[in-house]
């Protein structure tokens, strides 16, 4: 089951199941106000499967879609996969030996990424910092987690970086990674009470620049070094998230180091039994 958030024809923020080719608005009633409510549920599927819909919602090209988030705080992981270690061991003289030590260390890389405010939903913009000159997009399977971290469901996310500024110096990592528009999530939430193989979660990440695609490539959940599990076991210690959180898995996909994401370049992100996440890119 997949479902989102979107804006209704009267600018009204709704909670909907994705079909084929409609929405179907949800009616939360009394009990619920959020999506995050929902997830939060002991059984999110069959929470939103006692509830009753609206008339369905064609799906075209005027739908407003939001990020399918609320109030969750957003993490993600970094050097999961080989090659973000050779990437980030190239960009940074001064933190090869960290990023060498983190890939094989038991504790992994996790870091704050985001507010709810600064997160974009498919084809809202996403931003280049105005103040960095290397930047990429970074396509990640994200967990969704509920307050008691359980994996209800999985998104597309993009993980915005400055390269030049992370590379500088890696105590700039938070300003390379946080600021407005700097994560994408959606199109929307794939709910699952058994979650897929790692090798069934193929990962691709298209550029578009002039009509032309400037870069494709693709990679798999199954080149992750570490199991999802770990990393949400990982996050969860000493930290509580009473609105549940998302989690961004790391990518394992970095273009190579004479690319830069340009304003006006289209990304789109797509994961095998997910969707696919497209964002505008701007610079301020
Ligand atoms: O420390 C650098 C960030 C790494 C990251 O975001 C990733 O591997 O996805
Ligand atoms: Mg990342």
């Not at 699952?192 to 069934?200: H, I």
Request: with cysteine; aromatic share 8%; charged share 20%.
């Amino acid at each position: 089951m997949n479902v989102t958030k979107f804006l209704d024809q009267a600018d009204s923020i709704r909670v909907g199941i994705v079909e084929s080719n409609h929405l179907l608005p949800l009616q939360l009633g009394e009990r619920y106000s959020s999506l995050a409510e929902l997830l939060a549920t002991e059984n999110p599927i069959a929470t939103i499967q006692s509830l009753d819909t609206d008339a369905p919602v064609p799906i075209d090209d005027s739908i407003r879609w939001l990020p399918p988030i609320d109030d969750q705080e957003v993490w993600a992981a970094g050097v999961t996969y080989k090659r973000s270690q050779t990437a980030r061991m190239e960009e940074s003289e001064a933190a090869a030996s960290c990023y060498d030590r983190v890939y094989q260390a038991d504790r992994p890389e996790l870091f704050f990424k985001a507010t709810p405010h600064r997160v974009s939903g498919h084809k809202q913009p996403l931003r280049i910092r105005s103040d960095a000159t290397w930047n990429v997009p970074e396509p990640e399977i994200t967990l969704v987690l509920s307050p008691q971290f359980q994996i209800v469901g999985l998104t597309v996310g993009n993980d915005m970086s400055s390269r030049d500024i992370e590379g500088e110096n890696p105590l700039y990592l938070p300003q390379a990674k946080c600021y407005d528009q700097c994560a994408g999530l959606g199109p929307w939430i794939t709910l699952f009470d058994t979650l897929p193989e790692m090798s069934a979660l193929r990962v691709d990440l298209k550029i578009e620049r002039d009509s032309h695609v400037v870069f494709d490539q693709q990679t798999s959940g199954a080149e992750m070094a570490r199991s999802f599990e770990d990393l949400v076991g990982w996050l969860s210690r000493d930290n509580s998230m009473p609105s549940g959180a998302f989690l961004m898995t790391g990518t394992g996909i970095v273009p190579s180091n004479e690319f830069t994401l340009h304003a006006d370049d289209l990304v789109h992100i797509s994961i095998a039994g997910i969707g696919t996440l497209s964002n505008p890119i701007v610079q301020a």
